[in-house]
């Protein structure tokens, strides 16, 4: 059955009517788009308001209403299905139809409709948006600047916010998490000006020690809450005028530096300015007791001393877990007075950690302890912790900031293990007894229960109602269990029922995988099955959490990684968990045995940031859980993978060398 367009006609009102030819009945008509941003989204998708008579139809687009649902910073090609089972019948066209590109008043957005092998795709193109900085000052009090548009603009009115972004990390130039924006008022002639106070810097910028703020202006009509983004650019002339540094007292502790990027962007340093505001004045080690005298450069309050697990962040690192003690004054003195039968007791070490000491008082933040040269570390030894478990010595950190090291003390048995699975390929194929992977792994693992790519998310919530699968051919039987195991939501159920002795979890799925709601109780893992199957298209659904916003998905799932470990560990032992930290390869032997690299690198670095940061939350929730860690070995991807090289598969060696680390750890 066809439907063919005859003409298209622009009318005032900004709506299309599009006439045309049917076969058939038509039930509806709806224009839709699938945006592909990290993995391909469900479609996007509008009911188009239509009228029939015989085998002829009119149908009305409205401007307002597709850009509404337009993406605000891209191309967006919309398409229009005739009714809505699949396979679509498109509207079509059987030859040449006139159509003129559109820009209605007060918008950064150019229409056009196309035909693409004869499929009828209304084009929505935003404006090319420049954007240079024209004067620019910086104080302790005021940051000031003026910012040309270099674009054409419609006819106004154009307002304008200043956008402050930050870099996960110094190279991950195109991610960015927090981010603070300043409205600027109205264009007036392409020209906008900002006045900011520096004390309004959001403190939350201060994530790591060194962090980087992207400047951007965003553009929008004043009615519509969202507009185009982009850098503000630097000319040669103006470059040398650009850098410099303010300090910023309380509540930041930090410094402010302003320069211009390699691509001649505005952008600052901010970094932490609390080194050095406490020292160790006297240390003493007992048998017993370690005590600390402090030198405090400041007034400080009552406090505590506290020491904190640094755990890796790509190639930055950050803190979760952490044992405070109190800080005791005296008459010209600050002390503290550490038990060794007490220090980093409990479950919150493991193996080869490294625990820096802060300061914490009121209404300052936590200031590094600083190991001056006249205190000799050189001839600590370590010392026992945690019943003998683990051993403990006191150092200076490559900040000279006084630091603790911890060193584990295995000890080797030998049985079969009964291990769960909860993961990916990451560590379920380390279970398989083909040539590549483990032919022997049975000798010492029985695989009693898996569970594939299933989000922490979507396994927390209730089940799925019944869909039927059995029309997606699309899907090999495998996949369709794979689906509907993660919408059955029995997951703690079979683990019980599994009698395993150790669980064996990755995140990946939380990682980089989306969760679909399809109503405010259940949800479901968006994996690459069901984004490669039509099912992703028919699924209805409430709405997306997404790794665009990976700060979003981060704090939402936090609540639901809790539960998880919460329930988990009602009926599971925490010792007896264990968790793959992970980590995507950026490179790959080819076919010659030559060492390429993958093109999309940044993206695969930031999504190893994030991993190192979900993997930190959810150790400092379950601090006894045991780690396989192969983030110092160098594993890279192989084009003779079974199952296909990616970013996710890696050579033979990471497997076999898995099982031998898993032995290691059951056995101990």
Request: proline share 5%; aromatic share 14%.
């Amino acid at each position: 059955m066809k439907f063919y367009i005859k003409e298209i006609e622009l009318i005032e009102s900004k709506t299309w009517k599009i006439h045309g030819f049917s076969e058939g009945k038509i039930s509806s008509i709806q224009a839709y788009y699938n945006e592909i941003r990290e993995y391909k989204h469900p479609e996007q998708k509008l009911n188009i308001p239509f009228t029939q008579e015989k085998n002829s139809f009119t149908a009305v687009i409205s401007i307002d209403e597709l850009a509404e649902y337009s993406l605000p910073n891209n191309e967006t090609a919309w398409k229009f299905k005739v009714n809505g089972d699949y396979p679509y019948n498109h509207l079509m066209s059987d030859g040449p139809i006139i159509n003129q590109p559109f820009q209605p008043s007060n918008s950064l957005y150019q229409y056009h409709f196309d035909f693409p092998e004869g499929v009828l795709t209304l084009i929505s193109r935003p404006v090319e948006l420049l954007a240079s900085l024209e004067s620019f000052s910086l104080s302790e009090k005021l940051m000031t600047g003026t910012i040309k548009i270099n674009s054409s603009l419609p006819d106004g009115p154009f307002k304008a916010k200043l956008l402050l972004k930050r870099r996960p990390t110094p190279s991950f130039y195109l991610f960015h998490e927090q981010e603070q924006s300043f409205d600027l008022g109205l264009v007036t002639d392409k020209v906008v000006s900002f006045s900011i106070p520096v004390k309004d810097l959001a403190t939350n910028f201060l994530v790591d020690n060194t962090n980087i703020l992207d400047a951007m202006i965003e553009i929008s009509p004043k009615e519509v809450e969202q507009g185009l983004t982009t850098f503000l650019s630097i000319d040669a002339e103006r470059k040398p005028s650009i850098p410099k540094e303010v300090e910023l007292a309380s509540p930041h502790f930090a410094t402010l530096r302003s320069y211009v990027t390699g691509s001649s962007r505005l952008s600052f340093y901010f970094k932490k300015n609390i080194q050095g505001l406490v020292s160790v004045s006297q240390l003493k080690e007992s048998g017993s007791d370690i005590t600390l005298q402090f030198k405090l450069e400041g007034n400080f309050h009552e406090g505590q001393v506290v020491a904190k697990r640094l755990d890796k962040k790509a190639d930055v690192f950050e803190y979760h877990v952490e044992q405070a003690w109190p800080l005791k004054k005296g008459i010209g003195k600050h002390s503290v007075r550490i038990s060794k039968s007490e220090f980093l007791a409990g479950p919150n070490n493991k193996a080869y950690a490294t625990w820096d000491f802060f300061l914490r008082s009121k209404d300052m933040p936590d200031l590094p302890i600083l190991v001056p040269n006249t205190i000799d570390l050189s001839n600590t030894k370590f010392f026992d912790i945690a019943n003998k478990k683990f051993l403990a010595k006191l150092t200076k950190n490559d900040f000279n900031n006084l630091s603790c090291l911890t060193a584990p003390a295995p000890k080797i048995k030998e049985d079969i293990t009964k291990i769960a699975v909860m993961g990916t390929c990451f560590s379920r194929n380390a279970f398989n007894s083909s040539p590549f992977f483990n032919p022997d792994y049975k000798a010492f693992f029985e695989c009693s229960f898996t569970q594939f790519h299933s989000s922490i998310i979507s396994v927390m919530t209730e089940p799925a109602e019944s869909f039927n699968l059995d029309k997606y051919n699309d899907m090999k039987p495998a996949e369709k269990t794979i689906v509907e195991e993660d919408w059955k939501k029995d997951f703690f159920v079979n683990l019980k029922e599994s009698n395993s002795d150790y669980f064996l979890i990755d995140l990946y799925p939380d990682v980089i995988r989306p969760v679909i709601w399809l109503n405010n109780k259940t949800a479901i893992t968006l994996s690459y099955i069901i984004e490669d199957s039509q099912l992703l298209n028919d699924l209805p659904y409430e709405r997306i959490l997404d790794h665009i916003d990976n700060e979003a998905f981060f704090n939402e799932w936090k609540g639901y990684a809790d539960q998880f470990i919460a329930k988990l560990t009602e009926t599971f032992p925490a010792d007896r968990v264990i968790l793959n930290l992970g980590g995507f390869t950026t490179s790959y032997y080819d076919e010659n045995g030559k060492v390429v690299v993958y093109k999309n690198k940044m993206a695969i670095e930031k999504n190893n940031y994030f991993w190192d940061r979900i993997n930190n939350y959810f150790l400092s929730k379950l601090p006894e859980a045991k780690v396989i860690d192969f983030s110092k070995k160098s594993y890279i991807g192989d084009f003779n993978y079974p199952f296909g090289h990616s970013f996710s598969h890696f050579e033979s060696a990471y497997y076999k060398d898995f099982l031998k680390e898993l032995i290691y750890i059951t056995k101990s």
